[in-house]
């Protein structure tokens, strides 16, 4: 199909007012079969799109069609020409920008503004970010005595590692699978993606810009479905794919571990947090308060990096909390193209029950709710939408429930301290370890408690800031690996020595 752009992909795409039919996307095209399931608009409740669910033949498919690309075209093309089609894939997201934009809103209701200043210029560019990663690499080169007085040269030359099974979650679809796909692409390695159940229309789109721009058929395969005993497990199971790498819940990760031993795959997890913020007396608070509420309420608290626990020096408290609660109530929920919307809807009725769960058993655990704890009043067509208050709670304990596991919403839990070590001690009392962010003018202890931080990513007076050269990942069980620059490089393909006597 390569070069034929546009003229033997059948997207499906219905018009505006039919339901999208989203196919499994294999070999440069887009094939028939599997089961319907349906894919819904958070923010109205309303089914959008239907969706194909991959069976054990279609996986099967498209990992027989990955692994032909890898031994063919795509195995054998230049460096140059690789990166290349990268950066087409980038010119070609941002040529079809509002067309990425209206589906990844479609699946997650996410604000418009929010949409269109993050994910989707994200998306785009991974793919120039990682073009770039590739291309200056070097190798290790030792030369050696051998036991003969003779010299031998070991070089290592860097090899994809074949057909990588990239799993992905639904808080930022495309964000979050192309942070894989690129890398995993500019190595040489060919790709199936099995994006969330809930936000496959960008990853489909994608399909259609990779058969458009020129990319080899196979290079790049969407399968739909779920986890268990659905697309996702029979791709962590399948003995054709080398790696996995997958961004979603802790108890996933644990799952496709075990689901993968027995094939001994490469793993790369990127997993939950309940990450800690921490203030201190000295910081600058309008500053703290700004970052913070954003950190907390960004993407509707969908955000894996989002502090869901914010410890605050003693003398600072009331004016924090007093802070956070007037930025909480600020915010506007509401449909993602009205004018001054600017907080989103959960992903689902299913996500919204567990998170409206945590806001009842934060009271049942003693907490006084200073701002939310529930669900807004919301007219016409949003009044079925997943939307619920922005929360804040104070008068925990740092060992309650709400104060321990995963919310992945819009709550967070204040709670005071009066020594650093306090608040180290507090910060670090969990099993996570994605992030943290720490605020305080005083150098000294921006470095000392930045380092303190048992996580994989310490933020000082800022979050979510990010080069993108720099690891990425989390510390005990938020994830294995780290992802990044020149450590995705080393993740998505493998030396291999070669030994010559001279
Ligand atoms: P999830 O674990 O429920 O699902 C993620 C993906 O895994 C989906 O595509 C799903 O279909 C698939 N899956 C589920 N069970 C599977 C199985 N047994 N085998 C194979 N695939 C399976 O996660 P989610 O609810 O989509 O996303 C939210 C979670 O993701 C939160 O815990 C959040 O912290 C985490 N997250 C982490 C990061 C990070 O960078 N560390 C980033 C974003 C989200």
Request: aromatic share 8%; net charge negative.
């Amino acid at each position: 199909m390569t070069g034929q752009a546009g003229a033997t992909v059948v997207a499906e795409r219905a018009s505006q007012q039919e339901r999208r039919a989203l196919r499994n996307f294999i070999g440069g095209r887009f094939v028939e079969g599997g089961k319907p399931f349906d894919i819904y608009d958070p923010a109205t409740g309303l089914v959008h799109a239907t969706a194909y669910e991959a069976d054990k033949a279609i996986v099967d498919q498209a990992v027989r069609a990955a692994r032909k690309a890898v031994e063919g075209e795509w195995g054998r093309m230049t460096l140059a020409r690789r990166r290349a089609l990268l950066i087409r894939v980038a010119e070609r997201i941002e040529e079809r920008f509002d067309e990425f934009l209206e589906a990844e809103i479609a699946d997650t209701g996410k604000p418009h503004e929010l949409a269109h200043h993050l994910d989707i210029p994200r998306g785009a560019a991974n793919f120039r970010v990682f073009a770039d990663a590739i291309a200056n690499l070097s190798t290790e080169t030792f030369e050696m005595d051998t036991p003969d007085g003779g010299k031998a040269l070991n070089y290592a030359v860097r090899k994809p590692l074949g057909v990588v099974g990239v799993i992905s979650p639904w808080n930022l679809p495309l964000l979050l699978m192309t942070w894989k796909v690129a890398p995993a692409m500019a190595c040489g390695n060919a790709v199936i993606v099995k994006p969330s159940e809930e936000t496959p229309s960008t990853t489909t789109l994608l399909g259609e810009v990779m058969a458009e721009v020129g990319i080899p058929d196979g290079a790049f395969n969407v399968i739909h479905g779920f986890g268990p005993d659905s697309a996702g497990e029979f791709l962590v199971q399948h003995p054709g794919v080398r790696a996995i790498t997958f961004t979603g819940e802790t108890r996933t990760g644990s799952a496709i571990m075990k689901a993968a031993a027995p094939t001994v795959k490469a793993l790369s997890f990127e997993l939950g947090g309940k990450n800690p913020a921490v203030v201190f007396a000295d910081a600058d608070l309008d500053a703290a308060i700004a970052g913070l509420s954003r950190a907390a309420f960004l993407n509707t608290g969908q955000v894996c990096l989002a502090p869901e626990r914010i410890y605050v020096e003693r003398p600072v408290f009331d004016r924090f909390v007093a802070g956070m609660k007037g930025k909480a109530e600020a915010l506007r929920a509401g449909l993602p193209n009205d004018h001054g919307t600017t907080l989103g809807p959960l992903i689902s009725d299913e996500h919204r029950e567990k998170v409206l769960g945590y806001y009842k058993l934060a009271v049942d655990e003693g907490a006084t709710v200073v701002t939310g704890g529930g669900v807004p009043k919301l007219d016409g067509a949003a009044a079925n939408g997943y939307f619920v208050e922005p929360t804040i709670w104070t008068g925990l304990a740092h060992d309650a429930r709400v104060c321990r596991e995963e919310i992945f919403g819009p709550a967070c839990a204040i709670i005071p301290f009066d020594s650093e070590e306090d608040a180290i001690r507090m910060a670090n009392d969990t099993e996570y370890g994605l992030a943290s962010s720490v605020w305080t003018t005083n150098l000294s202890r921006a470095h000392r408690v930045g380092r303190a931080m048992e996580v994989g990513i310490s933020w000082v007076n800022c979050w979510f800031l990010r080069d993108l050269r720099t690891p990425f990942g989390g510390a005990k069980m938020s994830g294995v690996g780290r992802e990044g620059g020149e450590h995705s490089i080393n993740f998505y393909s493998e030396p291999s020595n070669i030994c010559i006597k001279l």
